[in-house]
């Protein structure tokens, strides 16, 4: 089993999703309930992008104790400083770097060569290295890049003084099978990798974050970024609490574990979806309104005589109060029977019959008009 450090950035690439933005005291409250969840590291802001974002990532990096705090830089000087300022009050700091790696990016973004990109990544690691132990390196568009290249920058900000260093799905282009063998590759070939964590960061535009990121997981890594919610730029980042639980619920296959206080989990994806104001879907899984709601008769009734029957989590699990059996058309007698029981009413067979044809009238009556 190993252990997978859990990597929330709710308020930097979260805070990036279209409609999206939070004020100081709703950052540092949410950072104090992921806190409270046992994140491993806060990401707390693009600390050059504003004085707003440099004050709150200043602010939660003196108050919020327990998980590292970082901040996010580009590789140039002035942003590094900034995010060195920023987090210097936290009790564990680090600087997080992100540079291009994909030829498209390097060509048609950045419009250097592969050579002077990969300098900027080893100066600007060198640089951050003087204010900061812990330094992590993103090689953004890294499932868009030549295998070689990226290889070749991996070695060389490890030797830099990396500490971290994450592989970025920035456009939601990888597959799980094909991302799993990316991360083999860089393990087998970055004759350094061992001085260095190694991270994933996977984007939702294929729908594939969690897969993707749960096939790095897999293949060996040490770190997953996300967010709750699975909020985020464009179609958002991977889902935290869904990796968390497939995690939890699937450690045989996976082989790994978070150190996540599951209790929380509902409690921090509801207060992130109000203060943000994205609601989350019904069916979204594991805190979406449906996941533990039970509507057709003939799972009410399993579930009544068993829950293992429909639910492979229970819903106190993640810090919900129960499962919830929905009267509806496809309600049968055990279900309503239940509900009763529930609110109080013992009846006898031949009541319940009649309470059950008087409930299906009504409700048909209902749904018709
Ligand atoms: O998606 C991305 O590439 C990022 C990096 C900054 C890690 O958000
Ligand atoms: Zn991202």
Same mark, same amino acid.
């Given at each position: 089993m190993h252990k997978v450090d859990i990597f929330d950035t709710t308020l930097r690439d979260g805070e990036q999703s279209p409609g999206c933005s939070l004020n100081a005291a709703e950052k540092l409250e949410i950072a104090y309930q992921l806190a409270r969840t046992g994140v491993d590291v806060i990401e707390a802001g693009f600390a050059a992008s504003s004085p707003g974002d440099f004050a709150a990532v200043k602010t939660i990096a003196e108050q919020v104790r327990g998980p590292v705090i970082t901040a996010l830089a580009r590789g140039v000087r002035s942003d590094i400083e900034a995010v060195a300022e920023a987090v210097k009050p936290a009790e564990r700091p680090r600087i997080h770097i992100v540079v291009s790696a994909s030829d498209i990016h390097l060509e048609r973004k950045m419009r250097k060569s592969k050579d002077e990109v990969l300098q900027m990544g080893v100066d600007s690691v060198r640089f951050a290295r003087q204010f900061c132990d812990d330094v992590e390196y993103s090689t953004e568009d890294a499932s868009r890049a030549d295998l070689d290249y990226l290889s070749r920058t991996l070695e060389a900000v490890i030797n830099a003084g990396a500490t971290v260093i994450n592989l970025p799905d920035t456009v939601g282009y990888a597959v799980p099978g094909e991302w799993f063998e990316t991360f083999m590759a860089v393990m087998n070939r970055v004759? =350094? %990798? !061992? #001085?260095a964590k190694i991270s994933v960061h996977c984007h939702n535009d294929l729908g594939m974050g969690v897969a993707n990121s749960l096939e790095a997981i897999r293949a060996g890594v040490q770190q997953v970024e996300g967010c709750f919610n699975g909020i985020g730029e464009r179609a958002g980042n991977a889902s935290l609490e869904e990796i968390i639980m497939a995690l939890h619920m699937r450690s045989d296959y996976y082989n790994a574990y978070t !150190? %996540? =206080?599951? #209790?929380e989990l509902y409690r921090t994806c509801q207060l992130i979806s109000n203060r943000m104001g994205m609601p989350i879907p019904r069916n979204k899984a594991i805190v979406g309104g449906n996941a533990f709601a039970h509507s057709s008769g003939i799972h009410q009734d399993g579930v009544i005589k068993d829950r293992s029957n429909y639910e492979i989590i229970s819903p106190e699990l993640i810090g919900l109060e129960t499962s919830d059996i929905v009267l509806s058309a496809r309600s049968g007698r055990a279900a309503l029977s239940y509900r009763l029981k529930a609110l109080g009413y013992e009846l006898t067979q031949d009541e319940l019959n009649e309470v059950y044809q008087r409930f299906l009238a009504r409700i048909i009556h209902k749904n018709s008009s």
């Open positions: 004759p =350094n %990798i !061992d #001085k !150190d %996540i =206080n599951l #209790k």
